[in-house]
């Protein structure tokens, strides 16, 4: 084998090494969502019919950090024993356009319902607790008095904005 094509041979697997890396570099993590086809074109062909087209999108949930626990002066415990976990994800999205027999002709009109996926903001519950005992009393030699214990459930938390578009049309 001459040089000439060991280079171009080298040269042509170290391009193909490369894209493959690349490839699999990529985590599916990175996508915000995953398109969900529902293939009909089997079933439209044998029965020669148009039949409607749907397809989705199902978002990949992202958990976030949790704020650790803040000390408070005057309480034993930590303010939020049990943090809260942000997660980012979305509401999953829908597509259809669905063929709609014409009354006066001999063309279809079509319905199209377009609900994209929307990003969807949570946070998961919390808790946060006190003990029945305060902070050192100089008053009573150093001595903690007693109160009435503290328990708290943080709620969760919701943010998002969905939407959808619906129209009607010649071959939508």
Do not use: W
Request: proline share 15%.
């Amino acid at each position: 084998m001459k040089s000439t094509t060991r280079g171009t041979l080298a040269a042509v697997l170290t391009c193909v090494a490369a894209a493959a890396g690349a490839a699999v570099a990529t985590p599916a993590a990175a996508v915000g969502t995953v398109p969900v086809p529902v293939p009909l074109d089997g079933v439209e062909k044998s029965l020669n019919v148009e039949l409607p087209e749907i397809g989705g999108e199902i978002p990949l949930p992202m958990p976030g950090a949790p704020e650790g626990p803040r000390y408070v002066e005057g309480r034993l415990i930590p303010e939020r024993v049990i943090p809260q976990l942000p997660v980012s994800a979305g509401l999953p999205g829908a597509g259809l356009r669905a063929p709609l027999p014409e009354i006066l002709g001999d063309g279809f009109n079509h319905v199209g319902l377009e609900a994209p996926a929307s990003d969807l903001r949570t946070m998961g519950p919390g808790l946060s607790l006190d003990a029945p005992l305060t902070a050192p009393n100089p008053d009573r030699f150093g001595l903690p008095d007693l109160k009435m214990p503290q328990a708290g459930v943080l709620t969760p938390v919701l943010q998002t904005v969905p939407g959808a578009d619906l129209g009607l049309g010649q071959g939508l």
